[in-house]
């Protein structure tokens, strides 16, 4: 049985879910032949939740990548203090396991060229999608494959409330919910307003394409403006509401986006419910695949980094080739994508307001897929839901201004229709 010794640095609920998963689960780690000894902590004070026994603690947590220890164990979040936590323990020997997206999304490209500079792993399987298994999978198991797309649910937060949303419930009660369930982030605006999702599709795009860390800029919209309306419309029409994050690899350049998209009720990452995650992978020679599991919480995440623990022990692969990069690929600019649109517009109920949307859509050449006119709202209010044909996002911010600007228009919400 090979033993690596751990220092865990934070002390908190995700680091406090990783000793309990490695006392409870003791049995089962030890299958894989790997014994996991917790050597010691660093934190600044004690977590009245859990008694970590006789284990260390250090109260400054730079003084665990000095002990005697094979990995240290990066749960302190965070982007600078977490980098500099990183280099110390890699210029120290030490592997390093995080969960921490944000530091492997603004720092990888030097943190992954220190680690080869010194030999030793950076393993960051529970920074995306907690424990439901894709950074290693994209990175060994599809090693052989050509990787065309990759799109899925990557923040549990946000499916967790847009699902609430679609079953009638309000956004701020449901991201309570999230939050008291320990799902969201500290500060749940990386969750709602799509940075979390996005930090997370950055890692897949460095791993699948060789996108650089931090990648060039991409366009980043979160669910914030969605209405619970949208999803009854939506539905009327065929589709759900998801908040997706893509990576696709085209002849020229590399798409990478995140943002909310009306997909087919019957596609299946529309069917993923609640904080699960969900990601389709397109491939050359497995064809489509789908992984979907836990993305947050105590317990995946805790998966996740107990299984780049065994990893280390077991394998020699490296997990980013940073030599690849010097081929990658341009980011697209979002300005020369096209989308179909779906369009909620809640106008006066006066005669030709309907005539005059459907005259300044067909003189900016845009056709019209579908038009559906529901009942009254209040005050002589009546919403109109058009999904139009695929047109260029340099159009939309006229197109939007116009719309607003026709006197009956009260008020306009946009999705983008995602072809899956
Ligand atoms: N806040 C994140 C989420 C946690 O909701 O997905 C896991 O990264």
């Known amino acids: 049985m090979k033993v690596l010794r751990v220092g865990i640095c934070g002390w908190g609920n995700v680091a406090t879910g990783m000793f309990k998963a490695i006392v409870d689960n003791k049995f089962f780690i030890e299958q894989s032949g790997v014994s996991i000894d917790i050597a010691c ?41 977490a980098r500099e936590l990183i280099l110390k323990s890699i210029k120290a020997g030490k592997h390093v396991v995080t969960a921490n997206k944000a530091v492997i999304f603004h720092h990888g490209d030097e ?37 065309k797309k990759i799109s899925g649910m990557l923040n549990g937060t946000s499916n967790f409330i847009l699902s609430n949303m679609e079953e009638g419930n309000e956004f ?36 699948a394409y060789g996108t650089t860390l931090p990648p060039e800029e991409f366009y980043i919209e979160g669910i914030t403006k969605i209405d619970k309306k949208d999803f009854l419309y939506a539905d009327m029409l065929g589709y759900t509401i998801k908040h997706l994050a893509v990576s696709k690899l085209n002849k020229a350049n590399i798409e990478i986006r995140v943002h909310p998209v009306l997909i ?35 317990e995946s995440t805790a998966s996740g980094l107990i299984s780049d623990v065994i990893h280390l022990a077991n394998s020699n692969i490296e997990i980013i080739d940073t030599k690849k990069k010097n081929n990658s690929l341009p980011i697209k600019d979002f300005s020369s994508f096209s989308f179909q649109y779906y369009f909620y517009i809640e106008v006066q109920d006066t005669p030709g307001v309907m005539a005059s949307i459907t005259s300044l859509l067909a003189h900016q050449n845009i056709g019209i897929e579908s038009i559906v006119q529901k009942d009254n709202l209040e005050e002589n209010l009546v919403p109109i839901i058009l999904v139009t044909n695929s047109f260029k996002e340099t159009k939309v911010k006229d197109i939007k201004e116009s719309i607003l600007n026709l006197e009956s228009v009260n008020k306009l919400r946009t999705i983008r229709i995602e072809e899956i």
Do not use: W
Not at 41 to 65: L, S, V
Not at 133 to 138: A, H, R, Y
């Open 111 to 147: 943190i992954f060229n220190a680690a080869n500079d010194h030999g030793v792993k950076v393993l960051f399987e529970a920074a995306v999608c907690a424990g439901t298994p894709i950074v290693k999978m994209l990175k060994e198991e599809l090693a052989p494959n050509r990787i």
């Open 172 to 207: 701020d009660d449901t991201l309570k919910l999230a939050q008291d369930e320990g799902y969201a982030e500290p500060d749940p605006a990386f969750d709602i307003d799509g940075l979390d999702a996005a930090h997370k599709i950055g890692l897949l795009a460095s791993i």
């Open 41 to 81: 902590i660093g934190a600044r004070r004690d977590n009245p939740k859990c008694n970590p026994g006789e284990i260390k603690i250090y109260r400054d947590i730079f003084d665990i990548p000095n002990q005697d220890i094979d990995v240290v164990v990066e749960l302190i979040g965070g982007v600078e203090t």
């Open 264 to 298: 087919s009720k019957t596609s299946y990452l529309a069917n993923l419910k609640g904080v699960r995650n969900g990601i389709e992978i397109d491939t050359d020679l497995i064809g489509t695949i789908h992984i979907a599991g836990s993305g947050a919480g105590q």
